[in-house]
């Protein structure tokens, strides 16, 4: 019954659904999908009851797991009373409360919600609140951005144009703004030349500046490639000298991911404005929150045209709400802190380990993040996915980034299940490079 199940959706699927980041003639010849059923903690069942570890947390989102039992109750609760309704000039507790509630554990200095619906939306409403600020207080020639090569901010135009990923960027180029671009250490250049960049670049263009925009600490779709503190806090540094905003991107690390509540803690940099969507509503609903300072707030106030002209027909979506309070709950209650912090060092040593296996390198881990190449092919490579293949007959649920293997498993995951999906991942690997 269940084979005749998974045989009808894919053929459905085959026929209809158009998938993301997904080069669709290769997946139509030979991608037999994953078709998920059910999902619970770091689980993924499939519509035959097989089970598969989540080792990407559905794409960073379920850091409390799959179908956390106090979101769903909070989801369910709030379905009860009001599922929506829109947030110009009207209000209701969800959005009120969590605001307060965000802004209580945000870092210091931001007291304004700006709500929107996912990670692309969190960070259009930071690039159009720095540019309307300038524009309407005494810098208009303050136009221009500044993000870091190998940047991922999402995929609408202004986040499109912040990227500096190609594969993400290279076709839309006619219809994206020019970005001032800070390079990245790589091959051949070191953090202190990187840094010396920016200083240049902000010398040069400072003046012309509204603002910073960067993923603090790891890039995330890049391919977990990670930054030194110290490199950050002078990128920061920088740009506030020149007197542009710091907005700092947590889509990805927000909410202990590294370890940290926020990224910035582990650099000791306070944003101006900090982007949040991702593991704010746990895998539940779609829900993001720009948060920005009082002075950025000020901005906005007086005559009627200086307001902020702007939204998004579900920002502030109750249930999306209701579910973020609930998480910001569970962060506590559950000391996701101190769990990350006793399992940051099992990641950190299994990638170490796996970097020593032949045709694999550049060992890297954060918090509940580890990640090593098997190339430096970028996102188009394939190898990957010859892991992720190996990985999946283990049942690991494994997404590379081209030639990057990472793990971005859920905050919660207990002991055990870490120690099966780590061993999983290097037998996986062995496996692939065997072949
Ligand atoms: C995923 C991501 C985004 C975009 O978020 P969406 O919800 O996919 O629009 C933006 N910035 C970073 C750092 C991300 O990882």
């Not at 995929?155 to 290279?170: K, Y």
């Not at 293997?405 to 055990?416: F, K, S």
Request: aromatic share 8%; with cysteine; proline share 5%.
């Amino acid at each position: 019954m269940t084979e005749g199940l998974r045989e009808e959706l894919v053929a459905l699927d085959k026929r209809h659904v158009w998938h993301p980041y997904t080069p669709m003639d290769r997946y139509l010849a030979e991608t037999d999908p994953l078709v998920v059923a059910s999902a619970e903690g770091a689980w993924l069942t499939d519509v035959d009851g097989r089970r598969y570890l989540d080792a990407n947390s559905a794409w960073w989102v379920a850091s409390l797991g799959h179908r956390h039992p106090a979101l769903v109750a909070a989801l369910r609760a709030q379905l009860d009373t009001l599922a929506h309704c829109a947030l110009a000039g009207i209000t209701h507790e969800p959005a009120a409360r969590l605001a307060a509630e965000l802004c209580a554990v945000a870092p210091a200095g931001l007291q304004r919600v700006f709500f929107s619906d996912d990670g692309s939306t969190a960070l259009e409403v930071a690039i159009k609140l720095c540019g309307q600020f300038h524009a309407q207080n005494g810098a208009p020639r303050r136009t221009r951005f500044v993000a870091l090569d190998g940047a991922f901010h999402g995929e609408t135009l202004g986040a499109t144009s912040l990227g500096g990923v190609s594969a993400f960027t290279r076709v839309f180029g006619p219809w994206t703004f020019d970005v001032l671009r800070v390079p990245h250490a790589g091959d051949g250049t070191s953090w202190e030349r990187c840094l010396d960049a920016a200083r240049a670049l902000f010398r040069a263009h400072g003046d012309d500046v509204a603002a910073l925009v960067v993923e603090p600490m790891v890039q995330g779709a890049a391919g977990m490639r990670m930054q030194p503190p110290w490199f950050l806090r002078g990128l920061c540094e920088a740009a506030r000298h020149a007197g542009a905003f710091v907005v700092a991107d947590e889509v990805f690390t927000g909410l202990y991911r590294t370890g940290a509540r926020w990224a910035c803690d582990l650099a000791g940099v306070v944003p101006d404005v900090l982007c949040l969507a991702k593991a704010l509503s746990g895998a539940t609903v779609p829900f993001a929150a720009t948060l920005a300072t009082e002075r950025l707030f000020d901005g906005f106030r007086g005559a009627d045209d200086r307001a902020f002209f702007y939204g998004h027909t579900y920002c502030g979506n109750p249930l999306g709400a209701a579910v973020a309070r609930a998480a910001l709950r569970a962060y506590a209650d559950e000391d996701v802190a101190g769990q990350v912090a006793r399992k940051a060092p099992r990641i950190a040593a299994a990638f170490a380990r796996m970097a020593e296996l032949p045709g694999v390198g550049n060992a890297r881990a954060l918090g509940m993040i580890g990640a090593v190449d098997l190339g430096a092919g970028g996102y188009l490579a394939r190898r990957g996915w010859r892991v992720s293949e190996a990985a999946r007959a283990r049942g690991i649920y494994l997404r590379p980034l081209g030639d990057t293997v990472y793990v971005t498993p859920p905050l919660n995951i207990p002991d055990g299940e870490l120690t099966v999906l780590l061993d999983g991942v290097e037998d996986s690997l062995r496996e692939a490079l065997r072949s």
